[in-house]
């Protein structure tokens, strides 16, 4: 990797991915223009009080984004390529945290991946909260396979409710030596305070690789612009 701090070292690498690095993969992005807030509002899609008011119009939104993984089959792009080639060959541990509800990471081959917003391919219990995979479109009346008298609601942390695994990210973020965050423009939390929580530790390098500098790329010790597909080759390999 270049410019890494020691060669010799096999330091923990954190990775932080956003919508960004799977834009060139023909995704949306949220918040650039004519992104997806542009398109629908998050009051009407990315709320549990949405799912509440009108689940039909939820259900639709990811039934949309679904058919376009399952159907469309967008393909990883060299950014994603690259991450999966950094876990394979550093010594160290690369945990890659994701916002994306994509499917892209794995399909280029990353292991150890936490999906923090969830995922489009699986679904989850109104009532039991077991969490299945699903392929298909969803309807407000999804029975849940298990019997019970819950429905399907898509597998998604919408506005308000707790990412996942959320511990086990922490604790990765104060052991690591490198912290990254590409494609991702920062203004969702916890995901935006992650630099900052391993800058408190003190003790991880901390690089943006963005489209352009994000509002919080003063928190980075280094910021590269350039899209995710060239950026994040050039400064793994
Ligand atoms: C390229 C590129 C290319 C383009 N190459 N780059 C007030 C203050 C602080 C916090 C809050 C507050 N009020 C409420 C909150 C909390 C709230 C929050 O952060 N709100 C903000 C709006 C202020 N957060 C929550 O509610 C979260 N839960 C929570 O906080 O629980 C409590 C808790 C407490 C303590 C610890 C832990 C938890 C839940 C957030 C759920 C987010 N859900 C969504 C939608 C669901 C998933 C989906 O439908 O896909 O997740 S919102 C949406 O934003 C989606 C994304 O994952 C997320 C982040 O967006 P992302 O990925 O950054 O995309 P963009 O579009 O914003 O940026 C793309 C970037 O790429 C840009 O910079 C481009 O330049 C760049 N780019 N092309 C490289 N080719």
């Not at 541990?93 to 292991?111: K, P």
């Not at 429905?151 to 030596?177: N, S």
Request: a negative charge; one cysteine or more; proline letters at 7%.
């Amino acid at each position: 990797m270049s410019e890494a701090r020691d060669p010799n070292s096999t330091f923990p690498i954190v990775v932080l991915t956003g919508a960004g690095i799977s834009k060139e993969s023909g995704l949306d992005t949220f918040r650039d223009k004519g992104g997806i807030w542009e398109q629908v509002s998050i009051e009407e899609v990315a709320t549990p009080e949405a799912f509440q008011a009108n689940p039909e119009r939820v259900q639709q939104f990811y039934n949309d984004r679904r058919r376009q993984l399952t159907q469309d089959r967008p393909e990883p792009n060299p950014g994603h390529e690259a991450l999966a080639r950094l876990e394979r060959e550093w010594p160290g541990e690369v945990l890659v945290v994701t916002q994306n509800i994509d499917d892209l990471h794995e399909r280029a081959g990353q292991q150890n991946l936490i999906h923090m917003h969830g995922e489009l391919r699986k679904a989850r219990c109104t009532d039991c909260e077991s969490v299945v995979a699903w392929e298909n479109d969803l309807s407000a009346a999804s029975p849940c396979p298990h019997g019970d008298t819950g429905t399907l609601r898509p597998h998604i942390v919408w506005f308000g409710e707790m990412p996942f695994e959320m511990e086990r990210i922490f604790d990765a973020l104060q052991r690591c030596g490198l912290f990254m965050s590409i494609g991702t423009s920062g203004s969702v939390y916890p995901a935006a305070g992650f630099v900052q929580e391993v800058r408190r530790g003190g003790q991880g390098h901390t690089v943006e690789l963005n489209l352009e500098p994000s509002d919080g790329s003063m928190f980075f010790h280094e910021t590269r612009s350039g899209p995710a597909s060239e950026v994040v080759p050039a400064f793994v390999d």
